[in-house]
């Protein structure tokens, strides 16, 4: 099947009925004038149909380009990628275009970000969200338009007659994200990639998408990969997480595992940066100290070890591979994850060493447990 | 709709006055005295028959007279009549006007068959072998003025292939065949350039069209990359194309002297170019107002294009 010989495992037995997406050492470069990029540095994860996971970092962390790469979209002459990308069995990243373009859209749909610029402005939406059943699976003109119409009344966009005929500048941003999933939804695909589908939302249609993203998923039995930096989308809404940083996975487990027995220091401190709504008005925001680090110039070792509060000296020389966390299959890549003694000694040596990082992280577990105080206090709860 | 063609024919209007006006004073300030058209140089001797003529013309009256009397005249559909031949301006121009429309609009026609797949395949392949060649051949067809173009056709097809004429001029009415065969030519010698200019402009913005979300997203639903180029690409991509195809005919009109005179066709290119030679001021104010006219009403066309083409326009008007 392939010349890999390393993975005989996967080849011997064939894939379970209930596995849809088994990606293995996926690594996607850039070649840039500059020197090469490795956006995607190794990653490997498996989803079980009918599942959810979430894949969340920051803003050039990878994870867009990880979902492009699985889904073969990345555009350009540069771009390489290797690894596998097992879907129902079959390698994505060894098929043609051909095969790949029956694929897309009709087993293997994408949300993307901005629904201001993902819909063609010249196209009607009627024909925006059937064009691609008509193509695929033959559907004539007239039953593509009933579909287009159950479709825009199950994702709640009202009055769908009169807004079949209408191009996406008549609507707003929200309604413009529904045209988008419906668009997507419109072949069934067993698996659904969105990404940030809520970014460009303003936050009250946020949550309605969410939730209109999370029933379709149910409904439908569909698998969904959400790629979102806010760990907010994720919590309480897909199954597993997966938290990316420089290109590489450093944590993943089931979000409750993720939420509730944090390892990783990076996603500890993603969680810290969220705000909360108990904290007192004003409370400053706790923003991850220096800056995500740029990909030709990745530091020796943990790539997070120059923001980590708890960064040792084997940080900086040796890369953490994924190791588990328990036996629940939680997975963390840290020499001294969170909640470990190990753990709590870096922090204390680093903090008598006054790092910064650690300095700041030390000032926002205090001001936390004021903010705790205020936040109880009777005036504050009957504003 | 109709408040913008009521607001376009206002502006038609005032357009047609004031170009009337203004070539009317500058055919007024040119040297050379129209009295040299109407009568030889030897026969001014007779003072009494040139003043008369000049009464008889109506030459002795002040410029803004002169504007008036012809304005009045113009208004009814008579242009006056040429002083050189003594025909009716306007039955002049019913006579050539057709002739100089049908080579321009074959040779628009027939840059846009070209252009259209063209540069819609070289944004496709940008960078690549087939864009760098294309590249080429429309760097190569700008830099060709038409009368190298046009004979290096003749040459080809008339020459060497006796494929059609290398000049003159078949009215339809002698049949479509006869007619077309003579439109070959000079309509191919204008369109290897305005092909060359549509292929660029449309090339440029289809290339930034591809790199927009939606293109992506069209290619995410399986879609072909015909279906993706010509369906979802392309509309996006015309307004350019529109606007320069809408300034090429506007300057075609006047602009296809060249090829009038290469293949001998009695175009209107020809006429105003020989009546400003003559002072034949009345074919000169009657054809520079049609030609004002046609390029009015060509922007127009052009306008109602854009909102065809783009319905976020159409809502903002």
Same mark, same amino acid.
């Given at each position: 099947?392939?010349?890999?010989?390393?993975?005989?495992?996967?080849?011997?037995?064939?894939?379970?009925?209930?596995?849809?997406?088994?990606?293995?050492?996926?690594?996607?470069?850039?070649?840039?004038?500059?020197? !090469?990029? !490795?956006?995607?540095?190794?990653?490997?994860?498996?989803?079980?149909?009918?599942?959810?996971?979430?894949?969340?970092?920051?803003?050039?962390?990878?994870?867009?380009? /990880?979902?492009?790469?699985?889904?073969?979209?990345?555009?350009?002459?540069?771009?390489?990628?290797?690894?596998?990308?097992?879907?129902?069995?079959?390698?994505?990243?060894?098929?043609?275009?051909? !095969?790949?373009?029956?694929?897309?859209?009709?087993?293997?749909?994408?949300?993307?970000?901005?629904?201001?610029?993902?819909?063609?402005?010249?196209?009607?939406?009627?024909?925006?969200?059937?064009?691609?059943?008509?193509?695929? #699976? &033959?559907?004539?003109?007239?039953?593509?338009?009933?579909?287009?119409?159950?479709?825009?009344?199950?994702?709640?966009?009202?009055?769908?007659?009169?807004?079949? =005929?209408?191009?996406?500048?008549?609507?707003?941003?929200?309604?413009?994200?529904?045209?988008?999933?419906?668009?997507?939804?419109?072949?069934?695909?067993?698996?659904?990639?969105?990404?940030?589908?809520?970014?460009? /939302?303003?936050?009250?249609?946020?949550?309605?998408?969410?939730?209109?993203?999370?029933?379709?998923?149910?409904?439908?039995?569909?698998?969904?990969?959400?790629?979102?930096?806010?760990?907010?989308?994720?919590?309480?809404?897909?199954?597993?997480?997966?938290?990316?940083?420089?290109?590489?996975?450093?944590?993943?487990?089931?979000?409750?595992?993720?939420?509730? #027995?944090?390892?990783?220091?990076?996603?500890?401190?993603?969680?810290?940066?969220?705000?909360?709504?108990?904290?007192?008005?004003?409370?400053?925001?706790?923003?991850?100290?220096?800056?995500?680090?740029?990909?030709?110039?990745?530091?020796?070792?943990?790539?997070?070890?120059?923001?980590?509060?708890?960064?040792?000296?084997?940080?900086?020389?040796?890369?953490?591979?994924?190791?588990?966390? &328990?036996?629940?299959?939680?997975?963390?890549?840290?020499?001294?994850?969170?909640?470990?003694?190990?753990?709590?000694?870096?922090? !204390?040596?680093?903090?008598?060493?006054?790092?910064?990082?650690? /300095?700041?992280?030390?000032?926002?577990?205090?001001?936390?447990?004021? =903010?705790?105080?205020?936040?109880?206090?009777?005036?504050?709860?009957?504003? | 709709?109709?408040?913008?063609?009521?607001?376009?024919?206002?502006? *038609?209007?005032?357009? *047609?006055?004031?170009?009337?006006?203004?070539? %009317?004073?500058?055919?007024?300030?040119?040297?050379?005295?129209? +009295?040299?058209?109407? +009568?030889? +140089?030897?026969?001014?001797?007779?003072?009494?028959?040139?003043?008369?003529?000049?009464?008889?013309?109506?030459?002795?009256?002040?410029?803004?007279?002169?504007?008036?009397?012809?304005?009045?005249?113009?208004?009814?559909?008579?242009?006056?009549?040429?002083? $050189?031949?003594?025909?009716?301006?306007?039955?002049?121009?019913?006579?050539?006007?057709?002739?100089?429309?049908?080579?321009?609009?074959?040779? $628009?026609?027939?840059?846009?068959?070209?252009?259209?797949?063209?540069?819609?395949?070289?944004?496709?392949?940008?960078?690549?072998?087939?864009?760098?060649? +294309?590249?080429?051949?429309?760097?190569?067809? *700008?830099?060709?003025?038409?009368?190298?173009?046009?004979?290096?056709? @003749?040459?080809? %097809?008339? *020459?060497?292939?006796?494929?059609?004429?290398?000049?003159?001029?078949?009215?339809?009415?002698?049949?479509?065949?006869?007619?077309?065969?003579? $439109?070959?030519?000079?309509?191919?010698?204008?369109?290897?350039?305005?092909?060359?200019?549509?292929?660029?402009?449309?090339?440029?913005?289809? @290339?930034?069209?591809?790199?927009?979300?939606?293109?992506?997203?069209?290619?995410?639903?399986?879609?072909?990359?015909?279906?993706?180029?010509?369906?979802?690409?392309?509309?996006?991509?015309?307004?350019?194309?529109?606007?320069?195809?809408?300034?090429?005919?506007?300057?075609? @009109?006047?602009?296809?002297?060249?090829?009038?005179?290469?293949?001998?066709?009695?175009?209107?290119?020809?006429?105003?170019?020989?009546?400003?030679?003559?002072?034949?001021?009345?074919?000169?104010?009657?054809?520079?107002?049609?030609?004002?006219?046609?390029?009015?009403?060509?922007?127009?066309?052009?306008?109602?294009?854009?909102?065809?083409?783009?319905?976020?326009?159409?809502?903002?008007?």
């Amino acid at each position: 099947m392939t010349t890999e010989g390393t993975v005989v495992a996967t080849l011997d037995v064939p894939a379970p009925e209930s596995e849809i997406l088994r990606v293995e050492d996926l690594r996607t470069s850039f070649f840039l004038p500059i020197g !090469e990029l !490795e956006a995607v540095r190794g990653v490997s994860f498996l989803l079980q149909r009918g599942r959810s996971l979430g894949i969340v970092g920051e803003s050039g962390s990878g994870k867009t380009v /990880l979902a492009r790469s699985i889904m073969r979209l990345n555009v350009g002459a540069n771009v390489k990628t290797t690894g596998r990308a097992l879907f129902e069995g079959r390698d994505l990243l060894s098929l043609d275009s051909r !095969e790949m373009r029956k694929l897309w859209g009709s087993k293997i749909a994408m949300i993307f970000q901005d629904p201001m610029t993902s819909l063609n402005p010249m196209v009607k939406i009627g024909r925006q969200v059937t064009e691609h059943l008509r193509k695929h #699976r &033959g559907v004539g003109r007239q039953a593509a338009k009933q579909t287009a119409l159950e479709l825009l009344n199950e994702v709640r966009i009202p009055e769908a007659e009169s807004r079949i =005929g209408r191009f996406p500048h008549e609507l707003s941003g929200g309604m413009r994200q529904r045209v988008s999933i419906a668009s997507a939804l419109a072949c069934e695909p067993s698996l659904l990639f969105a990404d940030e589908p809520t970014t460009a /939302l303003d936050v009250t249609v946020q949550h309605q998408i969410l939730n209109l993203l999370s029933r379709e998923q149910d409904q439908r039995n569909m698998t969904l990969v959400m790629v979102t930096h806010d760990l907010g989308v994720v919590a309480g809404r897909t199954d597993d997480t997966l938290v990316m940083y420089a290109g590489k996975v450093v944590e993943k487990a089931s979000t409750i595992e993720i939420f509730g #027995r944090t390892s990783h220091p990076y996603t500890e401190a993603l969680m810290r940066s969220i705000p909360r709504t108990t904290q007192a008005s004003h409370t400053p925001l706790v923003a991850i100290t220096g800056r995500p680090p740029v990909a030709t110039h990745l530091p020796k070792g943990c790539a997070f070890s120059l923001r980590c509060p708890y960064a040792q000296l084997k940080c900086h020389e040796e890369d953490p591979p994924l190791t588990p966390i &328990g036996n629940s299959g939680h997975e963390a890549a840290c020499w001294f994850p969170v909640g470990t003694d190990a753990n709590q000694e870096a922090f !204390e040596r680093n903090l008598s060493d006054r790092l910064p990082q650690t /300095l700041v992280v030390a000032d926002s577990l205090i001001a936390g447990k004021i =903010g705790q105080t205020v936040g109880d206090s009777p005036e504050e709860g009957s504003a | 709709m109709p408040k913008m063609i009521a607001s376009r024919l206002l502006r *038609l209007v005032l357009t *047609l006055l004031t170009v009337s006006f203004a070539t %009317f004073v500058m055919v007024n300030v040119l040297p050379g005295d129209a +009295i040299n058209a109407l +009568i030889p +140089i030897d026969a001014q001797q007779d003072q009494e028959f040139v003043e008369q003529v000049r009464e008889e013309w109506g030459l002795n009256d002040p410029m803004l007279v002169r504007y008036g009397r012809w304005l009045g005249n113009a208004v009814t559909g008579d242009l006056g009549d040429s002083i $050189v031949t003594g025909q009716p301006v306007t039955a002049e121009i019913t006579h050539r006007l057709p002739i100089t429309l049908e080579i321009m609009f074959v040779a $628009v026609g027939l840059s846009l068959l070209l252009a259209v797949p063209v540069g819609v395949f070289s944004a496709y392949r940008e960078g690549k072998r087939p864009d760098r060649v +294309i590249s080429g051949f429309a760097q190569l067809g *700008l830099s060709m003025p038409v009368f190298v173009t046009g004979l290096i056709l @003749i040459y080809i %097809f008339a *020459l060497k292939l006796n494929w059609f004429p290398a000049t003159g001029w078949n009215r339809p009415s002698n049949g479509i065949g006869p007619n077309l065969k003579t $439109v070959a030519l000079p309509a191919m010698s204008l369109a290897i350039t305005e092909a060359a200019v549509y292929t660029r402009v449309l090339r440029s913005d289809m @290339i930034s069209t591809l790199k927009e979300n939606y293109i992506l997203s069209a290619r995410a639903k399986g879609l072909t990359d015909r279906f993706v180029l010509f369906r979802h690409g392309l509309r996006p991509s015309l307004l350019t194309l529109v606007t320069v195809v809408g300034l090429s005919v506007g300057t075609l @009109i006047g602009g296809t002297l060249v090829v009038e005179f290469l293949f001998a066709i009695p175009g209107i290119g020809r006429r105003i170019f020989s009546a400003i030679y003559q002072r034949d001021f009345m074919m000169v104010q009657g054809i520079t107002v049609l030609i004002t006219a046609f390029y009015v009403i060509v922007n127009t066309v052009v306008d109602v294009a854009y909102m065809v083409i783009d319905p976020r326009i159409r809502r903002t008007n």
